[in-house]
């Protein structure tokens, strides 16, 4: 069985990064994967000291990336703010830094510009995380939020901007994203080594948002068992990460979140 983490947005509305941290410790839960809003509100080395202390692995750090802007300012700021992600990540000893690489400009119908933006955001940080030692993560989203959140698309998007970009560059895949793509077991293949990250969640029949409401594993329609066999065979063993974005789960009291987290990890 694959080691289990809890992403931190999971509990965000009833933990704070130091609650999330103990929570695992007190679970057995081995990894965890901060975002960085519960990062910042902590403090990083506090949060380093603490999660070393702990004995978790910090499986990956949310989230870089948001490239495209209306203007040159906004790309130089968001690349200014994803080195400044690279440095939390590897003051984390984070496995990697997952990327939303962004939706469309506000305004903007033009989506091969935006693709433009993302690939010319990642080769321009690229070499500060190479030099860092962190990998960046690509996490292909699910087409509905290709407007506001994310113009990747699809795993063999990601795939073709790492063999275009080189070193330094894997994917992040999460069920919710990648489950409804006829091609995803050829990708999955494909990626090999390249795989940082395993996100798993359920998509809801019905689903009530498309963003906040994410089924825990096991209560909707997405074979995870065969996602996780397909990223095993390609050659992941690392952890796999729960994320739910769910204000479902939001209102749940988080020590029985992890509870039955646990649970369904041993289906």
């Given at each position: 069985?694959?080691?289990?983490?809890?992403?931190?947005?999971?509990?965000?509305?009833?933990?704070?990064?130091?609650?999330?941290?103990?929570?695992?410790?007190?679970?057995?839960?081995?990894?965890?994967?901060?975002?960085?809003?519960?990062?910042?509100?902590?403090?990083?080395?506090?949060?380093?000291?603490?999660?070393?202390?702990?004995?978790?692995?910090?499986?990956?750090?949310?989230?870089?990336?948001?490239?495209?802007?209306?203007?040159?300012?906004?790309?130089?700021?968001?690349?200014?703010?994803?080195?400044?992600?690279?440095d939390?990540?590897?003051?984390?000893?984070?496995q990697?830094?997952?990327?939303?690489?962004?939706?469309?400009?506000?305004?903007?119908?033009?989506?091969?510009?935006?693709?433009?933006?993302?690939?010319?955001?990642?080769?321009?940080?690229?070499?500060?995380?190479?030099?860092?030692?962190?990998?960046?993560?690509?996490?292909?989203?699910?087409?509905?939020?290709?407007?506001?959140?994310?113009?990747?698309?699809?795993?063999?998007?990601?795939?073709?901007?790492?063999?275009?970009?080189?070193?330094?560059l894997?994917?992040?895949?999460?069920?919710?994203?990648?489950?409804?793509?006829?091609?995803?077991?050829r990708?999955?293949?494909?990626?090999?080594?390249?795989?940082?990250?395993?996100?798993?969640?359920?998509?809801?029949?019905?689903t009530t948002?498309?963003?906040?409401?994410?089924?825990?594993?096991?209560?909707?329609?997405?074979?995870?068992?065969?996602?996780?066999?397909?990223?095993?065979?390609?050659?992941?063993?690392?952890?796999?990460?729960?994320?739910?974005?769910?204000?479902?789960?939001?209102?749940?009291?988080?020590?029985?979140?992890?509870?039955?987290?646990?649970?369904?990890?041993?289906?």
């Amino acid at each position: 069985m694959s080691p289990l983490s809890l992403n931190t947005v999971t509990v965000k509305e009833r933990w704070g990064l130091a609650q999330s941290i103990e929570g695992c410790a007190r679970h057995g839960i081995p990894g965890i994967s901060p975002w960085r809003d519960v990062l910042h509100a902590m403090g990083v080395a506090p949060a380093a000291k603490h999660i070393r202390d702990a004995g978790l692995s910090v499986t990956g750090l949310c989230r870089g990336g948001m490239f495209p802007a209306g203007d040159a300012a906004g790309r130089a700021a968001a690349i200014e703010d994803n080195r400044r992600a690279i440095d939390e990540a590897h003051a984390l000893n984070a496995q990697c830094l997952v990327m939303v690489c962004g939706g469309l400009p506000a305004g903007s119908r033009d989506l091969a510009g935006a693709r433009a933006m993302v690939r010319d955001g990642l080769a321009a940080i690229l070499p500060y995380a190479r030099a860092a030692g962190v990998t960046v993560a690509l996490e292909p989203l699910h087409p509905m939020t290709c407007a506001d959140r994310s113009v990747l698309s699809t795993t063999a998007q990601a795939l073709d901007l790492c063999d275009a970009l080189g070193d330094g560059l894997g994917v992040a895949l999460d069920c919710y994203h990648i489950w409804w793509d006829p091609d995803v077991e050829r990708q999955i293949a494909r990626a090999g080594t390249r795989i940082a990250a395993f996100h798993a969640c359920d998509w809801l029949v019905p689903t009530t948002d498309l963003v906040f409401d994410r089924g825990m594993p096991g209560d909707g329609v997405i074979d995870i068992a065969h996602l996780r066999a397909c990223v095993e065979a390609a050659g992941y063993k690392g952890f796999t990460e729960v994320e739910l974005l769910s204000r479902r789960w939001w209102a749940e009291d988080p020590d029985q979140v992890l509870t039955i987290m646990k649970d369904r990890h041993k289906v």
